[in-house]
Structures are given as C-alpha cells and as structure tokens.
C-alpha cells in the first residue's frame, strides 16, 4: 500500500534482473517536497547496489518523460530540470541486448 509520500518505481530488462523486483514503492524523504534524480540513483543503487552499474547506461523516465541521470528532460522541454515527488512514477529502462 503506498503513502502520501510514495514514488512508484518501475524496473525493466537488467534493472528488474538485478533488484529482484518489477516494481517498488520508493518513499519521499521527511522533510522534502521532492528528491533529486541523482538523489534517488544514490539511493535506489544503496538498496540494490549493483543497481549502480545499471546506470551507467539506463534511460530513466519520470510519468512517461525521459530525462538523463541529472535529472534534465531529453525531450520537448529542454534542459528543464525534473524533480520527483510523490505521486510520480520512474521507469529506469535498460538498454536492450539482443537480436
């Protein structure tokens, strides 16, 4: 059951191999209106440490929008910064291997 302050987080491809789960609930720091996308990477690779090399090259997407691992939008808006809050979801999406 998720919180006021919960953050749904999706995992796809390598990203759900090395957590060992298709999706989580990732709450919102007391004491923050929202966190950092390289906030939430520290975070989520301290919980899933082998998370971190996932990272390296994963596309990440806040409610359906990419951003890079700074947290900057890589489409339509810019370089508009995103921060999560809660109520949002983060994909963090591998790249396919494969052929």
Excluded: W
């Excluded at 006021?4 to 990732?26: C, H, M, N, Q, W």
């Excluded at 709450?27 to 996308?37: H, L, W």
């Excluded at 990477?41 to 301290?46: G, K, R, V």
């Excluded at 090259?57 to 359906?64: C, K």
Aim: net charge negative; glycine share 10%.
């Amino acid at each position: 059951m998720s919180s006021p302050r919960s953050i749904k987080i999706l995992y796809f491809a390598g990203a759900k191999d090395v957590s060992g789960v298709t999706d989580e609930i990732f709450e919102v720091p007391t004491g923050q209106e929202t966190i950092s996308i390289p906030q939430l990477i520290q975070a989520l690779s301290n919980k899933h440490p082998a998370l971190l090399k996932v990272f390296e090259a994963a596309i990440l997407a806040v409610n359906m929008e990419y951003v890079d691992r700074d947290g900057k939008m890589t489409e339509g808006e810019g370089n508009r910064l995103v921060e999560v809050k809660a109520g949002d979801e983060v994909a963090i999406i591998p790249p396919l291997s494969g052929g």
